[in-house]
């Protein structure tokens, strides 16, 4: 198909991109510094070292021995490796450097190592790192919007790899999560049961909290499946008695940008500027929600046909031309506030108890 009769075509069809939509997203937008504030993160001084490293080319390969598997097509040990959990395949980089080479030849995990490094980390101090498939990481990785609500998710619910917004992270059911003392208690009041807490450690996705270590929690979703298994008569019922937390919920979840699969270009959020100077002019809850929301370039050029601030902006820049009033708390603002702020006293009680 020629370009001029693709072009037609998408420009018809509304999917053509706006020949001013960069400079719109220069005056429009900016990148929030406090977005990762709530979830875990890592120094990024942190990912420098192994940046080149983890599932990357290490110079020119070496010619080591897989053994049986060294036997077998490079496309069937490219579908094994796929189906390995994020532990295996680190381990498995770490046999040898055609081990190295064979996992950076595919591209799913070149992607994951360019810029899943967070997420990768987080799995593996956490000890999640077993419970989650490389494919499951990868889906979410290329995946743009909360799989929960639609909106642009920049971050990953980590127990069950799911791409979702911050909103959703503390208020979603999905999101929920409980001490694993807990479900041990409800398992054990079942008289069909026995589980103690080290033999559900073993069934179940725990994660252990960072930095420290020290409570070790899991996903509702799994902990209604071990209630299920052990016998529990309503574990529905017992899992509604327990605090809603949202330091916790913050704990199992970290950022992770979307990466678009054909052209590998990656994105982590847009802010509007629009929505934060109507924000600093009136302090109200539906300010702040707006506010709060990010935005892939494609979604925010939606927005921005519908918010009033954003086009006032752009039109006191002159269409990109001139400067325009920048936001005072550009990068100060309190993310971490909003997706809970009518929330916040129905999950306070649980913050200040250690179970």
């Given at each position: 198909?020629?370009?001029?009769?693709?072009?037609?075509?998408?420009?018809?069809?509304?999917?053509?991109?706006?020949?001013?939509?960069?400079?719109?997203?220069?005056?429009?937008?900016?990148?929030?510094?406090?977005?990762?504030?709530?979830?875990?993160?890592?120094?990024?001084?942190?990912?420098?070292?192994?940046?080149?490293?983890?599932?990357?080319?290490?110079?020119?390969?070496?010619?080591?021995?897989?053994?049986?598997?060294?036997?077998?097509?490079?496309?069937?040990?490219?579908?094994?490796?796929?189906?390995?959990?994020?532990?295996?395949?680190?381990?498995?980089?770490?046999?040898?450097?055609?081990?190295?080479?064979?996992?950076?030849?595919?591209?799913?995990?070149?992607?994951?190592?360019?810029?899943?490094?967070?997420?990768?980390?987080?799995?593996?101090?956490?000890?999640?790192?077993?419970?989650?498939?490389?494919?499951?990481?990868?889906?979410?990785?290329?995946?743009?919007?909360?799989?929960?609500?639609?909106?642009?998710?920049?971050?990953?619910?980590?127990?069950?790899?799911?791409?979702?917004?911050?909103?959703?992270?503390?208020?979603?059911?999905?999101?929920?999560?409980?001490?694993?003392?807990?479900?041990?208690?409800?398992?054990?009041?079942?008289?069909?049961?026995?589980?103690?807490?080290?033999?559900?450690?073993?069934?179940?996705?725990?994660?252990?909290t960072l930095p420290d270590s020290r409570r070790r929690i899991v996903a509702v979703e799994?902990?209604?499946?071990?209630?299920?298994?052990?016998?529990?008569?309503?574990?529905?019922?017992?899992?509604?008695?327990?605090?809603?937390?949202?330091?916790?919920?913050?704990?199992?979840?970290?950022?992770?940008?979307?990466?678009?699969?054909?052209?590998?270009?990656?994105?982590?959020?847009?802010?509007?500027?629009?929505?934060?100077?109507?924000?600093?002019?009136?302090?109200?809850?539906?300010?702040?929600?707006?506010?709060?929301?990010?935005?892939?370039?494609?979604?925010?050029?939606?927005?921005?046909?519908?918010?009033?601030?954003?086009?006032?902006?752009?039109?006191?820049?002159?269409?990109?031309?001139?400067?325009?009033?920048?936001?005072?708390?550009?990068?100060?603002?309190?993310?971490?506030?909003?997706?809970?702020?009518?929330?916040?006293?129905?999950?306070?009680?649980?913050?200040?108890?250690?179970?």
């Amino acid at each position: 198909m020629a370009a001029s009769q693709l072009s037609s075509q998408l420009t018809a069809s509304g999917l053509a991109p706006r020949p001013d939509a960069d400079a719109i997203l220069s005056v429009a937008t900016y990148n929030r510094g406090d977005h990762e504030l709530p979830v875990v993160t890592v120094h990024p001084s942190q990912h420098d070292a192994v940046r080149s490293a983890v599932f990357q080319r290490l110079g020119r390969a070496r010619d080591f021995d897989l053994g049986r598997l060294g036997r077998l097509p490079f496309e069937i040990v490219s579908l094994i490796c796929l189906e390995l959990d994020v532990s295996s395949a680190i381990r498995f980089s770490h046999v040898n450097r055609t081990a190295r080479e064979v996992l950076a030849s595919i591209r799913e995990f070149r992607r994951l190592g360019a810029h899943a490094l967070e997420a990768l980390c987080v799995l593996l101090r956490s000890g999640l790192a077993p419970h989650v498939g490389i494919l499951d990481l990868y889906s979410a990785l290329t995946t743009r919007d909360c799989a929960l609500c639609g909106a642009f998710g920049g971050f990953c619910f980590l127990p069950t790899a799911t791409r979702c917004c911050l909103t959703c992270i503390a208020s979603a059911p999905a999101t929920q999560v409980g001490y694993l003392s807990r479900v041990a208690d409800a398992a054990s009041g079942c008289s069909n049961s026995s589980s103690s807490r080290n033999e559900l450690e073993r069934q179940l996705p725990v994660l252990h909290t960072l930095p420290d270590s020290r409570r070790r929690i899991v996903a509702v979703e799994h902990a209604l499946g071990a209630l299920r298994q052990s016998g529990v008569e309503d574990p529905e019922a017992a899992v509604c008695r327990w605090p809603d937390s949202l330091t916790l919920r913050f704990q199992a979840a970290t950022s992770l940008p979307f990466v678009e699969r054909v052209t590998g270009a990656a994105e982590s959020g847009l802010s509007c500027k629009g929505c934060q100077l109507a924000f600093e002019r009136d302090f109200s809850d539906d300010h702040l929600e707006l506010r709060d929301r990010f935005y892939s370039r494609s979604g925010f050029l939606e927005h921005f046909d519908e918010c009033e601030a954003a086009q006032k902006l752009w039109s006191s820049s002159q269409q990109g031309t001139a400067p325009v009033e920048e936001p005072q708390w550009t990068g100060l603002g309190r993310t971490f506030t909003a997706p809970c702020g009518r929330r916040r006293s129905s999950l306070a009680r649980s913050e200040a108890s250690d179970y």
